[in-house]
């Protein structure tokens, strides 16, 4: 799959940007990080800029930038936040833990992923004034729209009168295509979660591979699950595109369902929740309780997942207090 256009020259703002943090608080922050690893991290960061500078990227070479400016995020965030920090700290069965976070008696291990390269590279999409008509419905739903043809006139208008009646009266997962005359998909709509707007949300089709993310993002979950430090607080933190998030979401949570053993809030029909197909699903996995996704971009902030069992020992309370402080 073609890379995205804008991804070289987004990842170069970000690199200039974490490149001048690391300058400018080197000596602030070498009192919180063995400083050889602050200068492997600057020394990463300029082989970065190299790398983006040359014409033609390789996508390996790509990957690697996109690795670094993860760990640098993670780094920054950290150091800000008067955390101590040790980095590639060794588990008991020989794999590493990419950050230990230590503050006021709270400690954290995090580990530091990539987001699965297909994610990485879908297009920025669009949502044209004809269908955002479709906002007038009172349904707190959300709806991804994708659009491969522009239909016009009595087509336009024939696809508006079908989606309506789909949008009026369809559940989470549903989803309907629109052909043009020579029978070729023009337009798809997806419901794709409830909305608490009460009205029906257009948002871009981001992924056309949406289905095939969440699979992907849920084995890198089970690969940083695998690096876990026992007897400890593990944090996971996963750096895409911003049109990832929600495949992360679903495969971290379960996929949005109606749930009738619920009752429905207050003015509405069905009550929705999660599938059991998420990676923290039930008690699966209960020792981890912290995750994050981040897009890769140079304003881009972190959005935190807390997973709060219902007895939840001291230091663990520690722990999820010192992550939010930092990421929320």
């Keep these: 799959m073609a890379r995205a256009p804008h991804d070289s020259s987004v990842l170069e703002k970000l690199v200039k940007r974490l490149d001048r943090a690391f300058a400018v608080r080197a000596s602030t922050w070498s009192e919180r990080i063995d400083p050889p690893t602050l200068r492997g991290f600057r020394r990463a960061l300029d082989a970065a800029g190299e790398t983006l500078a040359a014409k033609h990227v390789a996508e390996t070479r790509l990957d690697r930038v996109r690795a670094v400016c993860a760990e640098c995020l993670v780094a920054e965030r950290l150091l800000e936040a008067d955390c101590r920090v040790v980095y590639e700290l060794e588990t008991p069965s020989g794999r590493h833990v990419d950050f230990r976070a230590e503050r006021d008696g709270a400690t954290i ?150 749930r009738w053993d619920r009752r429905p809030r207050p003015g509405e029909l069905v ?42 020992a001291d230091r663990s309370k520690d722990a999820l207090a010192l992550a939010r402080s930092i990421f929320a």
Aim: glycine content about 8%; some cysteine.
């Design 109 to 258: 291990d995090i580990h530091v992923k990539r987001a699965p390269q297909p994610t990485l590279h879908d297009q920025p999409g669009v949502v044209t004034p004809a269908w955002r008509a479709l906002e007038d419905v009172q349904r707190g739903l959300v709806v991804a729209v994708a659009l491969t043809k522009h239909l016009r006139g009595r087509a336009l208008h024939a696809a508006l009168d079908e989606a309506f009646d789909f949008v009026e009266q369809a559940s989470v997962g549903d989803e309907i295509a629109f052909r043009d005359a020579e029978a070729r998909t023009a337009a798809r709509l997806r419901v794709i979660a409830p909305s608490p707007s009460g009205h029906v949300e257009l948002v871009p089709d981001q992924s056309a591979s949406f289905d095939s993310h969440v699979p992907r993002f849920q084995s890198t979950l089970r690969k940083a699950f695998a690096q876990f430090m026992p007897r400890s607080e593990n944090l996971i933190v996963v750096c895409g595109s911003t049109g990832g998030f929600e495949a992360f979401a679903t495969a971290l949570l379960g996929s949005h369902i109606e």
């Design 271 to 312: 009550a929705y929740g999660r599938g059991g197909d998420g990676f923290w699903s039930g008690s699966m996995r209960n020792q981890s309780r912290l995750a994050v996704y981040w897009a890769l971009e140079p304003l881009a902030q972190p959005l935190l997942f807390a997973r709060e069992p219902r007895a939840t």
